[in-house]
């Protein structure tokens, strides 16, 4: 089953799946130009999930929340309930007071999977059994109600993130949301700016603050998510596309190709050049 709501006025598109076959995301090829969101749900048993070339074990009754420049695909598919929308229909950000997810749900490079119990299960079987109800009711009023369903699908999956991702001891969502900004300025600068030093001014804190902050919330460090953003980045371009190392060098701010690599290798235990001619899978579009 695939559903799908497009707004002929804002090119707008929500998208919905269950029991589909072949349902994946070529990033960098085949949908290069549909730039959509993902909320993907594993009621049925244990599987993996390639994301950007990696393989991870998606658990049964979880979800997992995906970037729109990810690609990713499923061992069984056919198992999965996923929502799509673009930021056309929906923009996270600009209505960031509404669900609160940005920074946290759609800006991270850790993927983030949320386990279910059985009452977050039994709401999102509801909620998707009213989304196959709306698509599949045509009226003055289908889009408005699509758009308030996604909200609460959005705000429902932060609430249950959130729940586990927090320390035990509750802390003020001011410094919670400290976090999702840091994120969300990795997210915008990640290309030019690598220090921390610039990320803590934009926030109008010190370095120091914001460490403590990630070490509250058992984070990696701010550093660390900086690197890492660097680094799925620089794995996208060699796994995905012909562009040069020294392209790939000054595309990602480095102004060396021999930092860039020790940089690179550091983090992977292989060079770049060895990144890119190791076995693969497969490779997106080829």
Same mark, same amino acid.
């Given at each position: 089953? =695939?559903? @799908?709501?497009? *707004? *002929?006025? +804002?090119?707008?598109?929500?998208?919905?799946?269950?029991?589909? +076959?072949?349902?994946?995301?070529?990033? #960098?090829?085949?949908?290069?130009?549909?730039?959509?969101?993902?909320? $993907?749900?594993?009621?049925?048993?244990? !599987?993996?999930?390639?994301?950007?070339?990696?393989?991870?074990?998606?658990? &049964?009754?979880?979800?997992?929340?995906?970037?729109?420049?990810?690609?990713?695909?499923?061992?069984?598919?056919?198992? %999965?309930?996923?929502?799509?929308?673009?930021?056309?229909?929906?923009?996270?950000?600009?209505?960031? /007071? *509404?669900?609160?997810?940005?920074?946290?749900?759609?800006?991270?490079?850790?993927?983030? #999977?949320?386990?279910?119990?059985?009452?977050? @299960? !039994?709401?999102?079987?509801?909620?998707?059994?009213?989304?196959?109800?709306?698509?599949? +009711?045509?009226?003055?009023? !289908?889009?408005?109600?699509?758009?308030?369903?996604?909200?609460?699908? %959005?705000?429902?999956?932060?609430?249950?993130?959130?729940?586990?991702?927090?320390?035990?001891?509750?802390?003020?969502?001011?410094?919670?949301?400290?976090?999702?900004? #840091?994120?969300?300025?990795?997210?915008?600068?990640? =290309?030019?700016?690598? $220090?921390?030093?610039?990320? $803590?001014?934009?926030?109008?804190? /010190?370095?120091?603050?914001?460490?403590?902050? #990630?070490?509250?919330?058992?984070?990696?460090?701010?550093?660390?998510? %900086?690197?890492?953003?660097?680094?799925?980045?620089?794995?996208?371009?060699?796994?995905?596309?012909? =562009?040069?190392?020294?392209?790939?060098?000054?595309?990602?701010?480095?102004?060396?190709?021999?930092?860039?690599?020790?940089?690179?290798?550091?983090?992977?235990?292989?060079?770049? /050049?060895?990144?890119?001619?190791?076995? @693969?899978?497969?490779?997106?579009? &080829?």
């Amino acid at each position: 089953m =695939r559903l @799908k709501l497009r *707004e *002929e006025n +804002t090119n707008g598109e929500l998208l919905f799946f269950k029991e589909q +076959t072949g349902f994946d995301r070529l990033s #960098f090829t085949r949908d290069r130009f549909d730039k959509y969101f993902t909320i $993907a749900w594993n009621p049925a048993e244990s !599987q993996t999930i390639t994301i950007d070339g990696s393989a991870y074990d998606f658990p &049964k009754d979880s979800l997992v929340t995906l970037l729109f420049n990810q690609s990713f695909s499923f061992e069984n598919s056919i198992n %999965i309930v996923a929502w799509q929308f673009n930021r056309e229909f929906y923009c996270i950000i600009d209505h960031d /007071s *509404e669900v609160s997810c940005v920074g946290f749900l759609f800006s991270t490079t850790d993927h983030l #999977f949320i386990k279910l119990n059985d009452e977050a @299960k !039994q709401k999102l079987q509801l909620l998707s059994d009213v989304f196959i109800e709306e698509f599949n +009711t045509s009226d003055n009023i !289908q889009n408005e109600m699509l758009l308030v369903l996604l909200k609460r699908l %959005i705000s429902y999956v932060t609430r249950l993130a959130k729940l586990g991702y927090a320390p035990v001891k509750r802390l003020p969502d001011e410094r919670f949301h400290i976090i999702r900004k #840091f994120n969300l300025l990795v997210e915008a600068n990640f =290309r030019s700016e690598h $220090a921390v030093s610039f990320y $803590a001014e934009q926030l109008c804190k /010190s370095p120091k603050t914001i460490s403590n902050l #990630f070490a509250i919330f058992n984070q990696k460090t701010p550093s660390q998510i %900086i690197q890492k953003r660097i680094v799925a980045e620089a794995k996208r371009l060699l796994y995905y596309t012909d =562009r040069s190392i020294k392209h790939i060098t000054f595309e990602l701010g480095f102004e060396d190709v021999s930092y860039f690599s020790n940089f690179f290798k550091k983090n992977i235990g292989v060079s770049p /050049s060895d990144f890119r001619n190791s076995p @693969k899978e497969a490779k997106e579009g &080829k």
